[in-house]
């Protein structure tokens, strides 16, 4: 399992931003991929996670502003953000969603900063 998230970045409260998350590995096909954050100070959250058959889930708190989609062909899911607010600010990973395992591998996130 290799994951490279990207396409972070520094941005005002309202702009918008697009993730990329390349997998490497045979899961990513037969995995719910989910989009998790780590703010300052806060634990990891998951914000959005979509199954293999496309169907999606947001914590409330980014539900209407941000959509998670994943093109299986390239391994990638993405995370398209709108209306960003200060606080959004976290580090973006992505990874599985498999109830009831704690993941031990995250790879590298990547920083998202939204200034009021």
């Known amino acids: 399992v290799q994951l490279q998230a990207s396409g972070g970045g520094l941005v005002q409260a309202g702009g918008s931003l697009r993730l990329s998350c390349a997998a490497s590995?045979?899961?990513?096909?037969?995995?719910?991929m989910g989009w998790y954050r780590r703010a300052p100070g806060k634990q990891r959250e998951l914000v959005a996670s979509?199954?293999?058959?496309?169907?999606?889930n947001y914590a409330d708190s980014v539900k209407g502003r941000f959509t998670i989609s994943r093109d299986n062909a390239k391994k990638t899911v993405y995370l398209e953000m709108n209306n960003l607010k200060p606080e959004d600010t976290a580090v973006y990973y992505c990874?599985?969603?498999?109830?009831?395992?704690?993941?031990?591998?995250w790879g590298q996130g990547t920083q998202v900063t939204v200034s009021s």
């Open positions: 979509i199954t293999i058959d496309e169907r999606t």
């Open positions: 590995g045979d899961f990513f096909r037969v995995s719910v």
């Open positions: 990874n599985r969603v498999r109830m009831g395992v704690q993941e031990t591998y």
